[in-house]
């Protein structure tokens, strides 16, 4: 949790219980029980037209943890502070963290029901910017497993802030880091509405060619089915494709390029063997 938590800033009591148990309840308890000894810390977002879910936060011992085992100098009180605070007063950027770290989860909720499949890595923004040299700075990175099988891919979460053109404008960047020699993997872009999803399709059209991979799904989608047969390739066509399917080729590691993934990369290789499979008793 201490290693999730710094990872991906924030994650909700129900994102939570999903990735590491199988009771809502019980997990609350253990949630509660942390904050208690100062491991973790929470927040509950107040917004226009209500409060948010409760959110957690690393606090003063999990941060001091992550930094000591990463050989690194544990966070002020100050520093760690500050660090709360600007997640709290986020605004709309907390709905983008969390939409962002609900897909990824949804995919480990996904691999438990399908047999040899996984998330074989999560990375936050930051992560995969440092990877690739900072020339792309998708929203986040994956890659998922399927049998034999691995599909890198870079995310674009789209709330539906920006104009299409200005989304479509990311692509360039995907462009040239592939011919920098980084990774051909396909960019995906989750839309809140089918709406927007046709407009963002037609406006690719009349853009001409990509020089990218990039396929679309819609939120509701994802959250029904995240690794099955709902992702629209650009210049494809209607056809909607898995994401073992996609073009994603891992390709192999160098100073633009992550490589395949590791097995600690694996978002829950503290689990274990089984890693989600054995989900529910950490």
Request: a positive charge; one cysteine or more; hydrophobic letters at 40%.
């Amino acid at each position: 949790m201490a290693q999730l938590l710094h990872d991906h800033r924030t994650l909700t009591t129900a994102q939570i219980t999903t990735i590491l148990f199988t009771s809502a309840r019980t997990c609350r308890n253990r949630l509660e029980g942390l904050r208690t000894l100062g491991w973790i810390d929470s927040f509950i977002p107040v917004r226009p037209g209500g409060r948010l879910p409760l959110h957690w936060l690393p606090g003063p011992l999990s941060a001091r943890y992550v930094a000591l085992a990463a050989g690194a100098r544990p966070p002020t009180a100050k520093a760690l502070r500050e660090q709360q605070d600007r997640l709290v007063a986020a605004g709309a950027h907390l709905a983008h963290i969390d939409a962002t770290n609900q897909f990824f989860i949804d995919l480990i909720a996904a691999a438990r029901t399908t047999p040899g499949a996984r998330l074989a890595r999560w990375w936050p923004a930051a992560t995969i910017a440092s990877a690739t040299g900072r020339r792309v700075h998708p929203d986040g990175h994956g890659v998922w497993e399927d049998g034999d099988t691995q599909v890198g891919w870079f995310l674009e979460m789209d709330l539906g802030t920006e104009s299409l053109p200005v989304l479509a404008g990311k692509m360039p960047a995907y462009r040239r880091l592939r011919e920098a020699g980084g990774p051909d993997w396909p960019v995906l872009i989750l839309l809140p509405s089918p709406a927007r999803e046709t407009h963002l399709h037609q406006h690719l059209a009349s853009a001409g060619r990509l020089g990218v991979w990039l396929a679309t799904a819609t939120h509701t989608q994802t959250r029904s089915d995240p690794a099955g047969p709902i992702w629209r390739l650009a210049g494809n066509g209607r056809r909607r494709h898995r994401l073992v399917d996609l073009p994603g080729h891992l390709g192999a590691t160098g100073p633009f390029h992550p490589g395949a993934p590791t097995p600690v990369q694996d978002p829950l290789y503290l689990l274990g063997p089984m890693g989600g499979q054995r989900h529910g008793e950490a």
